[in-house]
């Protein structure tokens, strides 16, 4: 790999690191304002809003400029959304405006892997970028949960600035502001991200043709017979990735008796396995073979339900690493296959729109279900079952779908075989 691959890494760790240090920043503050519990998942939502509503634009915009500019646009943005968090705008609207950045970041992060590298590489490079990606969640949720934790907050509040009085007051300012200096430190990595010298589509002004290239580019996607099994599987990953984070900040309480800080070190620990899955993904699949680890994703829904039964942290962390490196191992082959698939089809920029489009959709479906699950009082513990059942018998539907393809596929190989 070239130096500019690992700038490009670089830029992406500081930037999710902030992102999820935050999300833990958010919820600690949504607490603090004795908001209704149901908005904890509401976060989320917010966050991936504007993944969907602009999946149109972002594509075009990843597509029409050298991408290290779109990576430096978005940091900015995410820098805005921290500030007025800040300034005590409410944390649902301050996320979204976070989010607003991260929808403009995703295209742009990672259509220049399938610029800047060979399709060879690409297996191993999204290994590198979800486990850096992954670490970041790890490291975000750790901080965010240490810069909580009222005698790390305090020691940090009593710290001051020689001459300059600064306005950090509280246990939420001051987890916001070492947010914001990370969220910089992103920004002046992506000034050195290289440019790949490809050719950049002008930005088209018409909002409806913008919108008619989006719809054909999803219909051009979820046609394609590997692209529509790569798409299903990153879709119902990301979806039940982001239930699971509140899920298990919900069910460490309800059964381990943990607070907010201690708990988010739990979300770290499922980060762990992903990374773990997603290197021995990087290092055994290969982009040929990539279909091949769809079950896992069935045995992942199933091995979820086992969370019922544990009581103690130390049969939680273990249980928590497997489920995360089930994660990571399937769908890491997958998300490099798409990628594959949609630069074929359509470029790099629209291909990862399309992919954000799905994805955050089913984040919004997914998250929206589980606000109102916790909102009509259902045990954690039954949502975790119906979770585990939904992730299981949906990855079923998926295989069932790629065997049918593949049987149709050899069909016509056999056709176009004969003798006429």
Known sequence: MQLGFYIIMAAQFFSALADNALLIAAIYTLRDMSAPREYEPLLKLFFTVSYVALAAFVGAFADSMPKWRVMFISNGIKILGCGLMFMHVH??????????GAAAYSPAKYGILTEYLPHRLLVVANGWIEGLTVGAIILGTVLGGLLIKPEIAQSLLSFDMPVIDTPVDTVTEMALVVVGLLYLVAAIFNLYVPDTGVDHKPLKKNPIYLLHEFGHCLALLWRDRLGQISLAVTTLFWGAGATLQFIVIKWADAALHLDLSKSSMLQGVVAVGVALGATLAAKWITLRKSVRVIP????MGLVVIIMNYVTTVEVAVPLLVVIGALSGFFVVPMNALLQHRGHILMGAGHSIAVQNFNENLSI?????LYALMIRADLSVFTVITLFGLFVAAAMTLVRYRHLLNQRKHDDVAHLDDSPH
């Not at 944390?91 to 607003?100: E, I, K, S, T």
């Not at 896992?296 to 045995?299: A, Q």
Request: net charge neutral; charged share 0%.
């Open 364 to 368: 919004l479906v997914m998250t929206g």
């Open 296 to 299: 896992l994703g069935i045995v």
């Open 91 to 100: 944390p649902l609207v301050a996320y979204a405006v976070v989010g607003l």
